[in-house]
């Protein structure tokens, strides 16, 4: 397995759903992250998604990157257990 993703809903409507993903560590750099949120969100579309919610940790430089590749707005910034988390939002 060299990573994965998954959609979860968080409402009834389908208006927008929350999307991980993760890169095995050794493939990390490679272009996959890109690729494998360029496909959730190809599926998100066939399901009539409307938009997508992503976060990462502030110092993760290379899942903002992956994330704005794909069109990634960033929101706003949150604080939580003593981190900075970044949130963005894909519209489809």
């Known amino acids: 397995i060299n990573g994965c ?3 979860t809903r968080y409402n009834n409507y389908r208006e927008w759903i929350q999307f991980g993903y993760s890169v095995r560590p050794s493939l990390r750099g490679r272009g996959y992250g890109t690729e494998i949120l360029r496909l959730g969100i190809k599926k998100a ?3 009539d998604i409307k938009k997508l919610l ?3 940790k502030k110092n993760n430089i290379a899942s903002q ?3 704005e590749r794909n069109n ?3 929101e706003k910034e949150i604080s939580q257990d003593g981190e900075v ?3 963005y939002w894909i519209y489809i």
């Open 54 to 56: 992503l976060t990462c």
């Open 85 to 87: 988390y970044l949130v």
């Open 45 to 47: 579309k066939e399901l």
């Open 65 to 67: 990157k992956v994330i």
């Open 5 to 7: 993703c998954g959609l």
């Open 72 to 74: 990634g707005i960033l």
